[in-house]
DNA sequence: TGAACATATGATAATATATTCATATGAAAA
DNA sequence: TTTTCATATGAATATATTATCATATGTTCA
């Protein structure tokens, strides 16, 4: 392996296709889809997600919090319930793009 | 659980998300991405793919099968080479998707 | 034909990932 | 202020994934 530092497949870094492809892993585990997909015609709280996706609670929050911290979902508290919602205009392309190619 | 065959997220099966996360798997792991960079600009055969992404010969042929299962890139023989390409037009625009989430 | 080159493949071992269970935290309502 | 509802979190287990090694397959050329 060459040095980390000087690696660079043309402009890209290393590093830059690493956080491409942790980016891509939030779109390649189908209960995070789902939740995002739920999530394309406005935010919901937790446990409407959980009806949608029909997941249990603690695999349906313990994915959000990887797309959060990934940057695809924010969320807000509104009295007991947390509510979550898109935070990325790209979720809605990428995910459009998939489709398009399965279809065919 | 209900049942597998009406289960149903707005218009999408249970089947064609997993075929989307099945899709978006090929974009996660780094090496599969580096190959898929790396054929941006044209077609290379294995030998040309090692060297550029800097990986053995066999871990880049085991990628390449699975690029080529899920109909991202596609293969023909040229003497004692095998030439891969892309094979399908959204790829280029998924990874710039990505590629601008991330420059946010 | 056999040596050299290019790629593919199977098995294995190391690692990463997802779900579940139990429980903690935090807000609202009785 | 205790109970109930909503969500988050840590640990453990089960499963999936990846790179490596050894070797097989297929092609060219001497």
Chains 1, 2 share one sequence.
Do not use: P, W
């Not at 660079?8 to 492809?21: Q, T």
């Amino acid at each position: 392996m060459r040095d980390r530092e000087d690696y660079m497949l043309k402009g890209l870094s290393e590093e830059e296709l690493l956080e491409l492809a942790d980016l891509f892993k939030m779109f390649s585990d189908s209960t995070r889809i789902k939740i995002l997909y739920d999530l394309f015609d406005g935010e919901k709280n937790v446990t409407e997600i959980c009806e949608d996706i029909d997941m249990n609670q603690s695999a349906v929050s313990h994915q959000l919090r990887a797309l959060k911290t990934a940057k695809l979902v924010k969320s807000r508290r509104e009295g007991k319930s947390i509510v979550y919602a898109l935070d990325d205009d790209h979720v809605k392309t990428i995910i459009a793009m998939g489709k398009e190619h399965i279809e065919e």
